[in-house]
């Protein structure tokens, strides 16, 4: 299996934008996880994107709706990334960048409303997404938000590569420790 992944790690090092769609279930914070290890190894752009169902019978108005996932997506950025390291490049309410500096990762904050399926679709081909992330559980219709069985209909019809995270938080990075076994062989084969 490492090989595998390091095999595919090689294959995609010229990745420029990762597109990591999460509704506010547990499993975003894996979701995120694997993305943040992901932007961080390969240095490329990271697109975080909440997709909201434009149900007319919702407890909150639009414009609370978003700020709430603005501040959702902030929590998950300050969890994925040390706080110190995150600067503001833009702080327009309705697409937040910051910078992740000591590995030069833009990342920003991306609220939608529509069809989840459609609209992760649709962003992934207007970002020319290298890479879909999404969760295979979320709060569904019933949460109002996205994913839950959404994720098996976009690995369908997204015409970009996509990666279905399993819920459940990681206490240690698999990604490192293989980019870590990767250098130690390659430094083995040089002597």
Not at 52 to 60: A, E, I, S, T, W
Not at 65 to 74: C, D, G, K, L
């Amino acid at each position: 299996m490492t090989g595998i992944i390091l095999g595919w790690l090689e294959m995609n090092a010229g990745m420029r934008t990762i597109l990591a769609a999460v509704d506010q279930s547990r499993n975003a914070q894996a979701v995120i996880g694997r993305a943040a290890e992901l932007a961080s190894l390969l240095r490329t752009e990271l697109v975080i994107l909440t997709v909201l169902d434009p149900d007319p019978m919702r407890k909150f108005s639009i414009d609370e709706e978003r700020n709430r996932i603005a501040s959702f997506h902030r929590e998950l950025l300050f969890k994925h990334f040390p706080k110190n390291g995150i600067s503001v490049e833009s702080n327009n309410p309705s697409e937040p960048v910051y910078r992740y500096n000591p590995a030069g990762i833009r990342i920003r904050l991306q609220t939608l409303s529509g069809n989840p399926v459609d609209s992760i679709c649709g962003c992934a081909e207007q970002l020319k997404a290298d890479l879909v992330i999404v969760g295979n559980r979320g709060l569904g219709g019933v949460g109002g938000l996205v994913l839950g069985s959404v994720s098996e209909r976009v690995v369908h019809k997204c015409s970009r590569s996509v990666m279905v995270v399993k819920g459940g938080e990681s206490h240690s990075s698999d990604w490192e420790s293989i980019v870590a076994s990767q250098q130690a062989q390659l430094n083995l084969g040089a002597r």
